[in-house]
């Protein structure tokens, strides 16, 4: 297993969770790293990536400005901190590290 999540649960609207993803150092040290989610009868989407050294990062529009993602090259591992949640970012997030590496998903529902 190269790509491990975790930090999902039930929030409510307007909490905030972190999500953590730990890599393999063969994956980690190379390659961007992002977050992607899915939600039921949805296409998983991109929500934000983090360059390798963590230099530049790259949000959707949807949480633009309430999540943040981080890298800690240290400990070879990802976060994305989402705050202000909402129903609609419930979906399971996945850990994705270039070019198509992926974890199993953690499982984020926002609902009061």
């Known amino acids: 297993v190269q790509l491990v999540e975790s930090g999902g649960g039930l929030a409510q609207p307007g909490g905030s969770l972190r999500l953590s993803c730990a890599a393999s150092?063969?994956?980690?040290?190379?390659?961007?790293m992002g977050w992607y989610r899915q939600a039921p009868g949805n296409e998983r989407e991109l929500v934000a990536t983090i360059t390798t050294r963590g230099g530049s990062t790259y949000y959707a529009g949807s949480v633009k400005g309430r999540f943040t993602i981080s890298r800690d090259n240290a400990k070879n591992m990802v976060y994305l901190q989402m705050s202000s949640l909402k129903p609609e970012d419930t979906a399971v997030y996945y850990c994705?590290?270039?070019?198509?590496?992926w974890g199993q998903g953690t499982q984020v529902t926002v609902s009061s």
């Open positions: 150092r063969s994956i980690f040290s190379r390659n961007s």
């Open positions: 994705w590290a270039w070019p198509s590496a």
